[in-house]
């Protein structure tokens, strides 16, 4: 089974600033890792995802992640924020083979202000 | 349709009624997941379809809670003798490729239910 520890419940940031989600996960078994954001009153909409390959993993609007296998982490970073970047994020993580069912973290809320 | 829909997006209901969500995913997705978002337990896994495959019912609380996906499209979630800690918001997902986690799930807009 897989567990993800979202660090931060709650990032407040500024228009422009860098921000960065910490995600961990736990697993006995190799995994791939995903970053999903919900908006207001929306579904979730997949941001990014590490299969293999590269650990630096780039996304849509402007986000990307950094795999590390040795610290078990997968942090989501993104350069300058937007107003339009207020939404809550969640890191998930699924097994390989047949183990498709995605375990996802607590969520952390990101709210950008002017 | 382009995406993942769900209906109703929201619903109402009393305590011990029974109701019905339905989700109707990507066309050609062979995987249909069910999840469920509330405040209390965070985003958990409920049932998942694959082809003409048994369904994992892993991750269904309670014998309350039952799933069928029809002609390997549409899918319904049922929960029989509502409790109020059933509210939440259940999601709906699929996928091309089932097995694996290899394929993206894409997320219904979801089911907002409230019992009363």
């Known amino acids: 089974a897989q567990s993800v520890t979202q660090l931060d419940s709650q990032v407040p940031v500024f228009e422009e600033a860098p921000v960065e989600l910490r995600c961990n996960y736990s697993?006995?078994?190799?995994?791939?890792l995903f970053w999903y954001v919900q908006y207001p009153n929306q579904g979730l909409q997949l941001l990014l995802k590490y299969l293999s390959g590269s650990t630096l993993v780039k996304g849509i609007n402007g986000f990307e992640a950094e795999f590390n296998k040795s610290q078990t982490s997968f942090h989501l970073r993104k350069p300058s924020v937007h107003i339009s970047d207020t939404a809550e994020y969640f890191c998930?993580?699924?097994?390989?083979?047949?183990?498709?069912?995605?375990?996802f973290g607590a969520g952390t809320t990101v709210t950008v202000r002017a | 349709g382009a995406g993942v829909s769900q209906s109703p997006s929201n619903k109402v209901t009393e305590k011990g009624k029974d109701v019905e969500l339905r989700c109707d995913p990507i066309?050609?997705?062979?995987?249909l997941y069910w999840y469920r978002q509330s405040l209390g337990q965070g985003l958990e896994f409920l049932i998942y379809f694959q082809g003409n495959s048994a369904p994992d019912k892993s991750g269904l609380p309670s014998d309350r809670f039952s799933a069928e996906r029809t002609g390997g499209s549409v899918s319904t979630l049922t929960i029989q003798r509502t409790q109020q800690e059933d509210s939440a918001v259940y999601l709906c997902a699929s996928s091309l490729v089932g097995t694996g986690g290899t394929g993206t799930q894409y997320f219904g807009p979801g089911t907002r239910l409230l019992v009363l």
């Open positions: 066309s050609g997705h062979t995987a």
């Open positions: 998930a993580v699924s097994g390989r083979g047949n183990d498709y069912k995605l375990s």
């Open positions: 697993s006995s078994v190799s995994v791939y």
